[in-house]
């Protein structure tokens, strides 16, 4: 078809153009090599190239050559015309470097100048700086010379002391170019004058004492707020994140942390710490002094902190011993924690060599709290480490000697208190426990006169201390030892200091027991006459109990009624149910004797039955009483029977007393008061033979067995001769359950020469009746003797 044809002809055409092309494209070197060497043999064919090769490389050096010539004249023509471009670029650069230069010089002499401005404004602001800075030494030195040599006058008052002190600590905090270094020296200055004027003048008013914390408060929060607002310490990143300035603790630790940080040397870092810890230690005093409320939590804050801070590097470790001691304190003496109190007080001991006044006080309270702990010997070591230290060395003494009165071994307490009279003569609290040692030991005499010694020594101080400036109360330490039940639970006091009035009570009480009489009235009237004693207490209960009893001893039957009603009304004012129950009966009974004294019989007898009986009775009614008012209750009872026989003998006769007696023995059968009574009832109505019976039972004879061989009866004559009977029985340590011994030895001399008396009858009567039966029998011829 044509279309057929028309594909094959276009075929043809392609071929056709295909074919002229190869024909006019070249041969390359290859295919002419190939050409050539079509008929040679191989050996030819390999001569042929290596020929062809040679030439080819010597056409190539000749080629190479050439360029390298054209390289080069070119390179000179380049060359040339860079040098001309340099010698125009550098005139250009030397121009630019010219102006440049002198730019440069104007510039450093324009730096220059202002530096030299600088420098100049700078060494006038210091200069100024150091004059203020000088300034305020001058006035900080004045203030604490002032605060050191008129504290403990009236040279200087507290207001004007703190005014001052304010007013250098701020100007302080303004001057300093950096604030930690003036920081470190408004707390050191703060510190120095509130511990001046706390250890001069404890006791101020109270809006100097809210003044005296405050000062102390401002000082800590002041510093931080310095510290806080400088430029630099906002940029840099802080370890512990700015505390809230009303938590003075949280802010002391911070505070604490950025001084030491900021020191140079390490012995600017001990010094920093040093103030910073005597700083802790004085606000955690006056927190406890004088800021009580709500603040306890506060201190322990405050010194945990201050001593782990303190622990925690090695050269400030022996700082922690003091903000340990004062947390020791509070654990003893606030929370009663003895545990935690020991904890501290291990700690505190570790960094001490005991060698100088400052250990022995650590090792003087480390004693007290190994007491209150029960380790008795650790404490008796403590104490000797006190002594070695010369730290209070009668006080330690007489402490060592509670520990050995406590173990029951009185003669070695005696020695260690005369060891302590021995280094202070005129001391009134070794005298005063000495004192007390003796009464333990029975040794009534003795206890008169040591405190009659203690007494003038107290008295000699008292009228030193009314000679002095200051008036104040101060409380010394070294007289508080043996008056803290806690401490002392072996002596009655529970007052706070060796004071004469407690003297006076105790020496009424030794003059009554050796039957001074007047001696003990005088001073019970001392005691009893002070102004501090206006509330009843449990002392002076006690104390007018014995007073009374004086005063029936000595014959003074009038006093004694008034003095009943007087205390009487005081003792239903007490607080203590116990004291107020025990006091107003003893009062009770002791007015009826002072109305029988006095022969007002009938008064006498309605007062026991119509005022005493009852609330004895109301008493024994109570529910579940404590066994000392239950005994206590009980003694009373048998002594009001006893009173009933005894004035119903004036009212009604011998047998109305007895029956009452003998209700009361059936009630206490085991009451030798009630016994004794009745057996002198007996003896009166004539009934020898059943008191006898009764007495030598009571006295556990066998008078059978002959009791008259029990005892002598020689010496027991003779001592009941020796004896005044009293009309007033005090149930003292020689008596036998409300009995004296005097009234024991006169009733047993009686019985005994009584019982003498009928056996020997009985033995008369046996050998008359021997004769008579004898002579009956016709046996009684007696034979002669030649």
């Keep these: 078809t044509d279309s057929a044809q028309g594909r094959a002809i276009l075929l043809t055409r392609r071929r056709s153009k295909d074919s002229k092309r190869r024909k006019k494209k070249t041969p390359s070197l290859e295919e002419q090599y190939e050409a050539e060497t079509a008929g040679m043999s191989a050996a030819e064919r390999l001569r042929f190239l290596r020929k062809k090769r040679q030439e080819n490389m010597m056409v190539r050096r000749e080629s190479v050559a050439g360029d390298d010539f054209m390289a080069e004249v070119a390179n000179n023509m380049k060359?040339?015309?860079k040098e001309r471009q340099r010698g125009e670029g550098e005139q250009v650069e030397e121009e630019r470097k010219r102006r440049q230069m002198q730019e440069e010089m104007k510039a450093k002499e324009q730096e220059a100048e202002r530096k030299e401005r600088e420098e100049q404004e700078a060494r006038e602001r210091e200069l100024r700086r150091e004059q203020e800075r000088q300034r305020i030494l001058t006035v900080l030195f004045e203030l604490v010379r002032d605060v050191a040599t008129g504290a403990q006058s009236a040279n200087l008052g507290d207001e004007v002391a703190l005014l001052r002190l304010e007013s250098v600590r701020s100007q302080l905090l303004r001057v300093g170019s950096a604030p930690e270094p003036a920081a470190i020296a408004a707390c050191h200055v703060t510190s120095q004058v509130v511990a001046l004027l706390v250890c001069h003048r404890p006791n101020p008013a109270s809006v100097t004492q809210h003044k005296r914390v405050f000062l102390l408060e401002t000082a800590v929060a002041s510093a931080v707020t310095a510290i806080a607002s400088f430029g630099g310490a906002v940029e840099e990143k802080l370890e512990v994140e700015i505390p809230d300035r009303r938590d003075i603790?949280?802010?002391?630790?911070?505070?604490?942390?950025?001084?030491?940080?900021?020191?140079?040397?390490?012995?600017?870092?001990?010094?920093?710490?040093?103030?910073?810890?005597?700083?802790?230690?004085?606000?955690?005093?006056?927190?406890?002094?004088?800021?009580?409320?709500?603040?306890?939590?506060?201190?322990?804050?405050?010194?945990?902190?201050?001593?782990?801070?303190?622990?925690?590097?090695?050269?400030?470790?022996?700082?922690?011993?003091?903000?340990?001691?004062?947390?020791?304190?509070?654990a003893m003496m606030e929370k009663r924690d003895h545990h935690t109190a020991l904890q501290c007080f291990r700690g505190v001991v570790d960094k001490c060599e005991g060698e100088d006044r400052e250990d022995g006080v650590i090792f003087y309270w480390y004693a007290v709290v190994l007491i209150q702990s029960g380790r008795s010997s650790e404490a008796a070591v403590a104490l000797d480490k006190c002594i070695r230290a010369d730290y209070e060395p009668a006080m330690c003494l007489s402490l060592q000697a509670l520990l050995n009165l406590q173990a029951r071994d009185f003669h070695a307490a005696a020695e260690q208190l005369?060891?302590?009279?021995?280094?202070?003569?005129?001391?009134?609290?070794?005298?005063?426990?000495?004192?007390?040692?003796?009464?333990?030991?029975?040794?009534?005499?003795?206890?008169?006169?040591?405190?009659?010694?203690?007494?003038?020594?107290?008295?000699?101080?008292?009228?030193?201390?009314?000679?002095?400036?200051?008036?104040?109360?101060?409380?010394?330490?070294?007289?508080?030892?043996?008056?803290?039940?806690?401490?002392?639970?072996?002596?009655?006091?529970?007052?706070?200091?060796?004071?004469?009035?407690?003297?006076?009570?105790?020496?009424?009480?030794?003059?009554?027991?050796?039957?001074?009489?007047?001696?003990?009235?005088?001073?019970?009237?001392?005691?009893?006459?002070?102004?501090?004693?206006?509330?009843?207490?449990?002392?002076?209960?006690?104390?007018?109990?014995?007073?009374v009893y004086v005063l029936l001893q000595c014959k003074f039957p009038s006093l004694a009624l008034s003095a009943c009603e007087h205390y009487l009304l005081k003792c239903e004012e007490c607080s203590d149910e116990g004291v107020q129950i025990l006091a107003v009966l003893m009062l009770h009974l002791y007015k009826a004797d002072a109305l029988l004294c006095l022969e007002c019989v009938d008064e006498c007898y309605e007062h026991l039955k119509l005022i005493v009986e009852p609330k004895i009775q109301e008493q024994l009614r109570q529910p579940k009483p404590t066994n000392a008012i239950s005994h206590e209750v009980v003694a009373c009872h048998a002594q009001l029977l006893n009173n009933l026989a005894v004035v119903t003998v004036c009212r009604s006769g011998i047998d109305a007393a007895m029956t009452i007696l003998r209700e009361g023995l059936?009630?206490?059968?085991?009451?030798?008061?009630?016994?004794?009574?009745?057996?002198?009832l007996l003896w009166r109505k004539d009934e020898k033979a059943t008191a006898c019976s009764l007495w030598?039972?009571?006295?556990?004879?066998?008078?059978?067995?002959?009791?008259?061989?029990?005892?002598?009866?020689?010496?027991?004559?003779?001592?009941?001769?020796?004896?005044?009977?009293?009309?007033?029985?005090?149930?003292?340590?020689?008596?036998e359950e409300g009995?004296?011994?005097?009234?024991?030895?006169?009733?047993d001399a009686l019985i005994l020469s009584h019982l003498r008396k009928t056996q020997d009858s009985k033995l008369e009567d046996r050998s008359l009746q021997l004769v008579e039966n004898l002579e009956s029998m016709g046996t009684t011829d007696i034979p002669s003797q030649d």
């Design 79 to 81: 060359k040339k015309g």
């Design 249 to 330: 603790s949280t802010s002391f630790n911070w505070l604490l942390q950025k001084l030491f940080g900021s020191t140079q040397t390490p012995q600017q870092a001990v010094n920093t710490v040093a103030i910073m810890a005597r700083l802790c230690v004085l606000l955690g005093c006056c927190w406890l002094r004088y800021d009580r409320v709500g603040k306890l939590s506060q201190v322990e804050k405050l010194l945990k902190g201050c001593s782990d801070f303190c622990l925690m590097h090695g050269d400030s470790e022996r700082l922690a011993k003091w903000p340990l001691f004062l947390l020791g304190m509070v």
């Design 418 to 547: 005369q060891r302590s009279l021995e280094i202070d003569f005129s001391q009134s609290r070794s005298f005063f426990n000495y004192a007390l040692l003796m009464e333990r030991m029975e040794n009534f005499e003795a206890q008169q006169q040591l405190l009659e010694y203690a007494l003038d020594a107290c008295t000699d101080r008292g009228d030193r201390r009314s000679d002095g400036v200051d008036g104040s109360d101060v409380t010394d330490s070294s007289v508080a030892l043996f008056d803290r039940a806690e401490l002392a639970p072996l002596f009655p006091s529970q007052l706070t200091r060796v004071t004469t009035s407690k003297i006076h009570f105790h020496l009424a009480i030794a003059a009554m027991e050796n039957g001074n009489w007047l001696e003990s009235k005088k001073h019970f009237e001392e005691f009893l006459g002070n102004e501090q004693l206006l509330q009843p207490t449990a002392i002076v209960a006690e104390a007018a109990q014995y007073y």
């Design 666 to 680: 059936q009630q206490y059968p085991d009451c030798l008061a009630i016994k004794f009574n009745l057996v002198l």
């Design 696 to 735: 030598a039972k009571a006295r556990d004879w066998n008078i059978q067995g002959g009791g008259a061989n029990h005892v002598g009866l020689t010496k027991l004559t003779r001592n009941a001769a020796a004896f005044t009977i009293s009309e007033h029985v005090h149930d003292d340590a020689g008596g």
């Design 739 to 747: 009995v004296s011994t005097q009234q024991l030895v006169y009733l």
